[in-house]
């Protein structure tokens, strides 16, 4: 079971520690239990059947990246992870990769960016992309849905501004978080705040908590001014040598295609393309394991990717074909709700949201959903940090959509302990003094608190099959 690890006492000398910020018809759908009798409950199992039995194929298969043949058809689990500013910079996300991958394998760094920048940049992966590429995703202010027909299922494309445009992509060493490491030397002389050990290797490294070579490589794209594209790929394996490969589609309309490479073990990649087409996602995978993929949507509500042309939104996910889709959002929603803009209102957000999850049911009827709930936020009305009843009403509703459409849901406010464990978590440097964003150690505690729980429920759900 989950521990209580927050207490009531503040401990001395932690409030002057300073923490940089990170700033279909579904399977196994449970039939929806009475709010009130969900409405206080931690976590919800939903629809994780589907994920579980994954993870079960992948413990099945045996230590992660054994195949010493490349392609050969080893199991990875997808997940993919979306949020607001809560995860910028990888914040809470690099940490439950971390998680899954010390004990399933580490399957990859997932769906990478073209371009990054700041909000958007990965840890534990090294990207040498240095321009040559439109960045295309949904704009601030969008809060009518408008249409986004150059945007892929992610709500993000990457376009080449011409065939001399390159994307290069370099497993990095394990990114030290230096925030962490302070917060972990102070508690262990106050062993009253909660522990935050460091993670192991992946099961079954090569290379200790550095990267696993990658072995396939996914591209999905869309046609741009040419119904004719090509993509070359070089990769550069292990003793350094060097090797080449290349695709060519022929688009007979809009809708995007997969493009896959099996390669020999390799650390870096280098990608071309001629014919400019508009770059919906680029994944790279090992020989098995959990690939990680964290799409950061900072600023954004989570419901505005309902502007991507639903056949398109639906064709990535179909490619793709994640295993759990969590979505991590409530920040932004909830301020727009606050302030009415536009018109924005509780009815139009739960409407939303149903009909966001219910495109993914559709698109990818195999993927559990799981929405990790907001915990308390305290908004600065009047010079005063104060809890706000639109906050309260977004958790609510994103618990209710959960519980009716079987998705699962693990709230952070009943977690956190509502507004004076919010209060407790900024003293202690978990939580950042505008009372809405984790620092990093706060964003490896929750992500500890997550993985805790489904984990203990993914134990729960082998034993009662047996």
């Not at 309902?306 to 295993?323: H, K, N, S, T």
Request: hydrophobic share 35%.
């Amino acid at each position: 079971m989950l521990k209580k690890y927050f207490l009531a006492l503040l401990v001395p000398g932690l409030s002057g520690l300073i923490l940089s910020g990170c700033a279909g018809k579904s399977m196994d759908r449970p039939e929806p239990e009475p709010f009130e009798q969900v409405r206080n409950r931690l976590f919800l199992r939903g629809n994780l059947s589907q994920f579980y039995r994954s993870l079960e194929s992948l413990e099945s298969a045996g230590s992660p990246g054994d195949s010493a043949e490349y392609g050969e058809d080893t199991p990875n689990v997808r997940i993919l992870f979306f949020g607001d500013s809560v995860i910028w910079g990888d914040c809470l996300t690099v940490r439950l990769k971390r998680k899954f991958q010390e004990r399933f394998g580490d399957g990859g760094r997932g769906l990478l960016r073209f371009i990054d920048w700041a909000p958007t940049r990965l840890m534990d992966h090294t990207n040498l992309t240095r321009g040559g590429f439109e960045r295309h995703k949904i704009p601030f202010e969008s809060f009518d849905v408008p249409p986004f027909p150059h945007l892929g299922f992610t709500g993000f494309s990457h376009r080449p501004q011409n065939d001399r445009a390159t994307t290069i992509q370099q497993i990095g060493p394990r990114t030290p978080i230096y925030d962490v490491r302070r917060y972990q030397s102070i508690q262990k002389n106050n062993p009253s705040l909660p522990a935050i050990p460091e993670t192991g290797a992946p099961a079954g490294a090569k290379y200790g908590t550095d990267g696993e070579s990658w072995k396939r490589v996914q591209l999905i794209v869309r046609p741009g001014e040419s119904r004719e594209i090509k993509a070359q790929l070089s990769y550069r394996m292990e003793d350094g040598a060097t090797g080449h490969d290349a695709a060519s589609l022929r688009f007979v309309d809009s809708g995007c295609q997969s493009i896959s490479f099996s390669i020999p073990a390799s650390r870096r990649i280098d990608l071309s393309f001629e014919g400019r087409p508009y770059i919906d996602g680029l994944a790279v995978e090992t020989g098995g394991g959990v690939s990680f993929s964290s799409i950061v949507m900072r600023g954004l509500h989570q419901a505005w990717l309902l502007g991507i042309p639903e056949e398109q939104f639906a064709c990535g996910y179909r490619q793709y074909d994640p295993d759990l889709v969590i979505f991590q959002f409530g920040i932004n929603e909830s301020q727009t709700m606050h302030y009415a803009v536009q018109g924005f209102s509780p009815e139009i957000y739960e409407n939303q949201l149903r009909q966001l999850y219910a495109r993914i049911q559709r698109a990818a009827p195999r993927a559990s959903i799981l929405i990790l709930g907001p915990w308390e936020r305290l908004l600065k009305q009047n010079g005063v940090y104060q809890t706000y009843e639109a906050h309260a009403r977004v958790r609510e509703i994103q618990k209710r959509v959960a519980n009716d459409m079987g998705l699962a849901y693990f709230d952070g406010f009943i977690f956190l302990e509502g507004t004076e464990g919010l209060r407790r978590a900024v003293r202690r440097g978990l939580i950042q003094g505008d009372y809405t964003h984790t620092s990093y150690p706060g964003g490896h505690y929750m992500a500890d608190a997550l993985y805790a729980k489904l984990m203990e429920d993914f134990q729960t759900w082998k034993e009662s099959r047996r």
